[in-house]
């Protein structure tokens, strides 16, 4: 019976991702939705792009496995992105009207540097759509018995969300995040008031956990842990600006105010709600913490879908469910399709047009082609990562380190420094690269004073300073 509402749910996310089709009448349409977005539809788009199944299964998994402080990367960084973005960069770069966020780097400085950024970007799209992904098999797993493996389960969530991604593009991910937004909002809140009932309140759920110390948030004052602190904070905070999927929900709106607060709004909705599934998953600790001492260590990510299905009726069952696969489908369409974008339209194009015209049509071709590429090494990487039992969270941290050191400090400098010049960005590409890999090979994180993708972060800093200092001592003789 559950499954059969679920699988109504997803009959009709698709039926809505193929009407959005409709609306997509050239490449512009498809990646950028017409620039039309009026301000309720960007809000929820960066809200549920960011709500994925990392803020309802993998956030809280390791909430209770670790404390406040072990979120620093998601929500805090996550939000700190979407804010940063909204009031520093959503202005300029709507108005440069670009079409994808590598298009800055092509602008500003070549299209080397073009190519470069844009591959980086692609990549690190892997383990953030993989994580959807694998989240989509989690939930058919609980949901069947374990009747459908996770594995499974991979499979027919990847062929779901690309079925209407490919075809309906942007449109698709506004129409169907905007009502999945709304399935997400009320579906959540619902289960949150039924989970209250059955622990006593808000209140008690508070005390345990304090009791418990699961509010420490502040590292120890030792150079170590500070600088882990801030490693873990900026490189989803900064590492996750260049990013297709934020530039595009900006980009897609009327007007470069609407882009401005669409984003900002969405980012402190995102912030406040995410504490929704803390609270709804560490209840059970007082509802069932038989259920709590099975999979803690285990797999701490089944401990809320397991406690909805076995402690809650089945109106709630549907309800939690229908909203947690809104969760993730939003989440992955949207960040199925910024990298096959970027792709498409800054590695590509380049090439193809070297030989002949790239009619729009066939740009349109040719992105929907590479959304379906990007979808199977998704589902690749994903029963991979699920052999090495690589948590959700975990793929979504690492998902923003190769842009925080390749394309995070050409961005900034491109745009609010006058002497940022390519050979800086060429440096801080090399420098950021050579100094992150090498340390992930010599000293991985946790076993160095540095973060691995944080030295490569200053590396990146010192490339550009250097470069661009180095041509402007050049122009002056």
Known sequence: MLLGFVILYLVISIGIGMYAATRVHNARDYIAAGRSLPIWIVIAMVFATWFGAETVLGIP??????????????????????VLFGLFFARKLYRMNLLTIADF??????????????????????????????????????????????????????SVVLMYTLY?????????????????????????????????????????????????FWPQLEAVALIAFISGLLTMGFGSIPQQDVFQRANSAKNENVAVWGTVLGG??????????????????LIDPALVARWIGVDAQKILPELIKGDFPLAAQVIFYGALLAVIMSTASGTLLAPSVTISENVLKGFVTRRKHLSDRKLLAMTRWVVAVFAVLVTVYSLWSLDRETTIHQMVENAYKVT??????????????????????????????????????????????????????????????IGALSDGRKRAS
């Open 105 to 158: 780097y092509r602008e500003r400085y070549d299209r080397r540097v073009e190519v470069i950024t844009g591959i980086a970007i692609a990549l690190s799209y892997l383990g953030w759509v993989s994580a959807q992904i694998t989240a989509l098999g989690l939930v058919f797993n609980v949901l069947s018995d374990g009747e459908i493996t996770q594995a499974q389960g991979i499979l027919i969530g990847a």
């Open 61 to 82: 998994a390791t909430f209770l496995e670790e404390d406040l402080g072990g979120l620093i990367s998601d929500p805090f960084g996550a939000s700190l992105c979407l």
């Open 168 to 216: 309906g593009g942007m449109w698709s991910v506004a129409l169907t995040t905007f009502f999945q937004m709304i399935i997400i909002v009320v579906g959540l809140f619902y289960i949150a008031w039924l989970i209250a009932d059955q622990a006593g309140g808000v209140a008690p759920v508070v005390a345990h956990a304090a009791a418990n110390a699961k509010f420490e």
């Open 268 to 285: 402190v909705a995102y912030f406040l709600f995410a504490a929704v599934p803390l609270y709804m998953a560490y209840s059970a600790h």
């Open 404 to 465: 925080l050191v390749l394309a995070f400090v050409p961005l900034v400098a491109g745009l609010y420094w006058r002497r940022a010049t390519t050979r800086g960005a060429y440096l801080a590409i090399a420098c950021g690269l050579a100094t992150w890999l090498g340390m992930e090979w010599l000293a991985p994180e946790g076993e160095g004073l540095l973060p691995p993708q944080f030295a490569g972060f200053l590396a990146a800093i010192v490339g550009m300073l």
